[in-house]
């Protein structure tokens, strides 16, 4: 009887969705499931260095564009007509890979084109309430209801958060409304807890959508090269390996495995990134302290940034206006997230579920 195959199609806006694929990856493999990763860009580089030895595919998605100079709110709204025309062809394609494949079940994170009628489909999202800048606000609930007819394309939803009030994404993971088809379970984190001596300063992740990507990492290394910190700037970078240290007390790395940034956030003091879902998980994980500066107009970092100022756990400066000094000290005042046990219980008992299911058929 051959292995059940698992087709897992992360997102490719940013790294966030492919890295809280890694959990659920190592999982169904544990379960002795034969797992094909769909993904692309550099989702599909980080993916194809932490699973060397798994099937790898191309599965083009639905880009969004962005100027030096654009915002990304507008960028989404411009440019959603070819977004809903991505759904369906995303749709189209994922049935040629799942015939070609021989897939018995998929899992994708945030691909809304990504089910099947023909297969077991489950859909991972953290996102069911989409936070809107304040004029636009009235048309939130008309989102959630597009996003909640969207999920019940899916067999299932998973949401990677926490069903009670200690949750991290707050309004974004517990809409008024829930999708009838839905199940929480628990944070989902690729990093290990290991103990180490603080002997790097600051670190810096960068992540997210370019050009705001490549703007973040110039802001951040030009004031960088103003102090004496040691700093380490982790680029986000995965098209090739490349380290390079760029003055006596700066190095830069392109990309890392789950091994090798568990470790350097360990040896770390501070920690600077986007206030991505899948980044507060990991450093709510590993209880670090960090400075979030959200990509412009994106509400859904800006929402989690402000939350997590309110809650006194980190802080939080805008881009255009970020000031390192400023930042270093406005974080003695925080208390820093206070480490997390994840209890992988509810995932372990989705994916058993999952494959009991598709093992009937």
């Given amino acids: 009887m051959r292995k059940k195959r698992i087709l897992v199609a992360p997102l490719d806006w ?10 659920i990856i190592n999982e169904l493999l544990r379960h002795n499931v034969d797992v094909i990763i769909a993904a692309d860009h550099r989702p599909f580089d980080l993916l194809k260095k932490e699973f060397p030895t798994l099937e790898h595919v191309r599965f083009p998605g639905y880009s969004v564009h ?18 809903v025309r991505g759904f369906h062809t995303e749709h189209h394609y994922l049935e040629q890979i799942i015939k ?25 999202i953290h996102q069911l309430h989409i936070v809107l800048p304040p004029p636009f606000r009235w048309f939130e609930h008309i989102l959630q209801y597009m996003v909640r007819k969207r999920c019940h394309n899916f067999h299932e939803v998973w949401i990677p958060d926490i069903a009670g009030t200690q949750n991290l994404a707050g309004i974004l993971s517990h809409p008024s409304v829930l999708p009838k088809n839905s199940f929480y379970i628990g944070p989902l984190t690729r990093l290990k807890k290991i103990a180490s001596a603080k002997s790097v300063d600051i670190l810096v992740i960068l992540s997210g959508p370019e050009p705001q990507r490549t703007v973040f990492e110039e802001i951040l290394l030009r004031q960088l090269r103003q102090t004496s910190y040691i700093a380490v700037i982790v680029r986000g970078k ?21 091994n090798e940034l568990s470790q350097l956030i360990a040896s770390s003091k501070i920690i600077i990134s986007r206030p991505g879902y899948s980044t507060i998980m990991d450093l709510s994980f590993l209880g670090a302290k960090a400075i979030f500066v959200p990509t412009p107009q994106q509400t859904e970092q800006e929402y989690l940034a402000m939350e997590l100022m309110k809650k006194n756990i980190a802080y939080s ?16 005042e925080c208390t820093g997230f206070q480490s997390m046990e994840y209890d992988s219980t509810v995932l372990q008992q989705r994916i058993d579920s999952l494959l009991h299911t598709i093992g009937k058929s």
């Fill in 238 to 258: 995965t098209e090739h390996n490349m380290t390079a240290k760029v003055t006596p007390t700066i190095s830069m790395i392109n990309s890392l495995d789950s």
């Fill in 317 to 332: 400066e805008a881009q255009h206006n970020f000031n390192l000094e400023r930042a270093l000290l406005k974080l003695n």
């Fill in 100 to 124: 070609r494949y021989q897939i018995d079940a998929v899992i994708s994170d945030s691909r809304f084109g990504a089910y099947s009628s023909d297969v077991y489909s489950v859909f991972l």
């Fill in 14 to 23: 940013g790294l966030g969705h492919a890295t809280r694929c890694i959990p």
């Fill in 66 to 83: 962005y100027d030096r100079e654009d915002n990304v709110l507008q960028s989404i709204i411009r440019q959603m007509p070819a977004i």
